[in-house]
């Protein structure tokens, strides 16, 4: 897991459940700075859920769909990352680097929009560096009706690969069908998201970002060959049944 932040209260650091309480301050801190969409905090205890069934650690179904994800991103002629309130709140600083790696720019993209959450979380974003992005809502994701839609015609909308953590399966179906890679960040293998996305990585994502930026650095000194041989070879449906295999071998490791 990454270098948590100092929490806002005081934890023992001997707590059991010290980086599961860490995050949760993470999304807290979120929704009291307007960042976050209060319905965040849903999200983020359903993913704590699923992350204790794959034992709270990136399986290897999970490496294997980030190293795809990384050489999918180097290959690509116009990637964007999506970011949300919980995106923006869990892990800026680690999505800010993976932006320039692969030369992705980011764009909020919120399934509870305010053009006051969307200009707060661009300026938490600048604060923290970030200066790749997208900011133009002038477009509209087909199928989509009225605010879950709003995009940005040099972003979501024309990208070929779009990475979308924490993504409602909506918008994930949406963007496939218009022709887009989707690499989705989902702890869920049986959610619509993850079942319809192109890459679906089944790991929290303060583990997952970092681990496709440790394989986008990498897989930079990869040919074009290479990497095309690593995402063919990539099978998300297979994937996603050894995500299921993964969770059942752990539950059955904690019967004995």
Do not use: W
């Not at 699923?50 to 994800?69: H, N, R, V």
């Not at 969307?118 to 600048?126: D, G, P, S, T, Y």
């Amino acid at each position: 897991m990454k270098t948590l932040p100092k929490p806002k209260y005081r934890l023992p650091k001997n707590h059991p459940r010290y980086e599961s309480l860490i995050t949760r301050e993470l999304i807290v801190e979120g929704v009291e700075k307007g960042i976050t969409s209060i319905h965040g905090l849903i999200a983020q205890g359903r993913g704590e859920a699923f992350d204790y069934l794959i034992g709270e650690k990136t399986p290897e179904s999970a490496l294997k769909a980030e190293k795809a994800a990384a050489a999918a991103f180097l290959l690509a002629k116009k990637p964007v990352i999506s970011v949300n309130g919980n995106v923006a709140a869990l892990v800026p600083e680690e999505i800010i680097k993976l932006s320039g790696l692969v030369n992705a720019p980011l764009e909020v993209n919120l399934f509870h929009r305010t053009e006051e959450r969307v200009n707060k979380i661009l300026m938490h974003l600048r604060e923290l560096g970030a200066k790749n992005l997208c900011t133009k809502s002038d477009a509209q994701i087909p199928a989509l009706s009225h605010e879950r839609g709003k995009v940005d015609s040099d972003g979501i909308f024309s990208a070929d690969i779009v990475l979308v953590p924490l993504e409602d399966g909506d918008r994930c179906k949406a963007l496939v069908d218009m022709g887009k890679t989707v690499i989705a960040i989902d702890l869920n293998p049986l959610s619509r998201t993850a079942q319809c996305a192109s890459i679906t990585i089944v790991d929290n994502i303060t583990r997952a970002i970092p681990n496709i930026s440790k394989f986008a650095q990498e897989l930079k000194i990869s040919n074009e060959e290479a990497l095309i041989k690593i995402v063919k070879e990539f099978d998300n449906r297979k994937n996603l049944a050894h995500a299921i295999d993964e969770i059942v071998a752990h539950l059955a490791s904690r019967r004995s």
